[in-house]
């Protein structure tokens, strides 16, 4: 059957060009709906590319602020990494909370913030899972944390959307997961196997089959590990996280399809009812252009960048950014030169081609060359010394000297200088705070 004319059902054969999702039978019928079709039509369309696979480009010109889309997620639910102590999400609202102590769900005993919880109930958040966690063998109980395993409740609910929800189910099954990268002999499958796969199988639906045979009915058709493994992979590949009061991880019809560029021409926020997304055009983007986002942290350096995107997303990035030694003038993974015999020369030293992992570091001011092994052990030293001050409560002289130890060797516009920098900041005016606090004490005391 042909496409109907969205205006008077009549057959068409005019697709609206930027969209592609609506008909109708001439040109007249497209400009009387505009009015209706705008607020719904999207400038992008779906390509096919050869290194991205399937990716966003932009039908027309996009200005600055305007909605490139918005949309729902297929599914949300807690972040699916593994918690050994402290708050975990509470699996009907995600909140984070204490598990020692706190209320548990009525139908499968887990942790929960409070038995009035909206999400519990809602079969789209903890609802559903509810009756297979409770299945759980109670035998195989031991501690708190070791068998209330909030990271394997996301892939639950995409393994029950099966049955509520085939058709959000099938586009998840059709998300890229990278399983070549992530083959039986490779940590991520190992991990997955024991954390995920085994948990799963083992406490629940291991008795759900004892049910399944005794009833006749069957719950869920496909739990094998192979899917289980599946959409794990499409999780980390694919999954947004969302950013709020809560820690969730979302999958999402659409925008799971924009690429990473190191410098994004959108940015995106979440709407606390629902998660719903809504991304915006951060640059102006022109017809033909593609749609990209940031999948990895923007204030960190090349190599770091580069590192994480191809443990977590498998590609080498090989944007604009990575490939100019200063970061398109930023110089934020550049170092001081540290010059010959011991006397800095002033100079800066960067990489010849940071898109090499075997790039060679020169000054441009003396001879002196680094290997890029060298430059990473450095700096991922200077990080490691950078975290462990960070956590460790420090007062402002501290950091003020770790401050000065770094700029020794690294450029001041370095991305770990600009990390001290950021809590140097919040602890100063902590400190005026205080001394304002104390003087104006000290005046009301003298009047
Ligand atoms: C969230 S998915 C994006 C949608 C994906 N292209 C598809 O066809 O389903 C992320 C994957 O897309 C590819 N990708 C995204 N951005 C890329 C980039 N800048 N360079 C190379 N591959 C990229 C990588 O394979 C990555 O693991």
Redesign the pocket.
């Known amino acids: 059957m042909g496409d109907k004319c969205a205006e008077c059902g009549e057959p068409a054969e005019l697709k609206c060009s930027a969209c592609k999702l609506v008909s109708y039978c001439g040109k007249e019928h497209q400009k009387k709906d505009w009015k209706n079709h705008k607020a719904v039509c999207r400038p992008f369309e779906i390509l096919?590319?050869p290194?991205?696979?399937?990716?966003l480009v932009a039908t027309r010109d996009i200005k600055p602020g305007d909605i490139v889309m918005a949309e729902y997620p297929l599914v949300y639910g807690p972040r699916p990494h593994m918690v050994e102590e402290g708050p975990v999400p509470c699996p009907g609202c995600c909140r984070l909370i204490i598990a020692e102590g706190s209320p548990r769900c009525e139908g499968c005993d887990f942790p929960i913030c409070h038995p009035g919880c909206e999400g519990l109930r809602d079969m789209d958040r903890h609802g559903h899972e509810c009756m297979i966690l409770g299945l759980r063998d109670v035998k195989a109980i031991n501690g708190l944390h070791d068998f209330y395993r909030q990271d394997a409740l996301l892939t639950l609910r995409c393994l029950l959307l099966q049955n509520r929800h085939p058709k959000k189910f099938e586009q998840i099954m059709?998300?890229?997961e990278?399983m070549d990268r992530r083959g039986k002999n490779t940590e991520v499958y190992k991990d997955i196997d024991s954390r995920i796969a085994d948990y799963l199988i083992d406490n629940f639906f291991a008795p759900m089959k004892i049910l399944e045979g005794r009833t006749g009915k069957q719950a869920l058709h496909d739990i094998s590990r192979e899917t289980i493994h599946k959409i794990c992979g499409v999780i980390d590949?694919?999954g947004l996280e969302v950013n709020m009061d809560a820690e969730v991880s979302a999958l999402y019809p659409t925008a799971?399809?924009?690429?990473?560029?190191c410098l994004p021409n959108t940015t995106h926020i979440f709407d606390k009812n629902g998660y719903k997304i809504t991304v915006k055009a951060a640059l102006p983007i022109n017809t033909g252009e593609h749609i990209?986002t940031m999948?990895t942290h923007c204030l960190w350096g090349t190599q770091a960048r580069r590192e994480h995107?191809r443990e977590?997303?498998?590609?080498?990035?090989?944007?604009v950014r990575c490939s100019d030694p200063t970061e398109l003038g930023s110089y934020l993974s550049a170092l001081k030169c540290i010059g010959t015999d011991d006397e800095p020369c002033g100079g800066t030293q960067l990489p010849l081609d940071p898109t090499n992992d075997e790039t060679q570091w020169t000054c441009d001011k003396c001879p002196v060359k680094l290997t890029n092994a060298e430059v990473s052990y450095l700096v991922n030293g200077i990080g490691e010394e950078v975290d462990n001050v960070q956590l460790s409560n420090p007062t402002v002289r501290e950091l003020e000297s770790l401050l000065n130890k770094m700029l020794t060797f690294l450029h001041p516009n370095h991305y770990h200088v600009y990390s001290v920098k950021h809590s140097l900041i919040q602890l100063y005016g902590r400190w005026t705070l205080r001394r304002s606090y104390l003087a104006n004490i000290r005046c009301v005391q003298a009047v």
Not at 51 to 55: A, D, I, S, T
Request: charged share 25%; proline share 0%.
């Open positions: 096919e590319d290194v991205l696979g399937k990716c059709g998300m890229m990278h590949v694919n799971y399809l924009m690429e990473h560029n990209s999948y995107l977590t997303k498998y590609f080498d990035c090989k944007c």
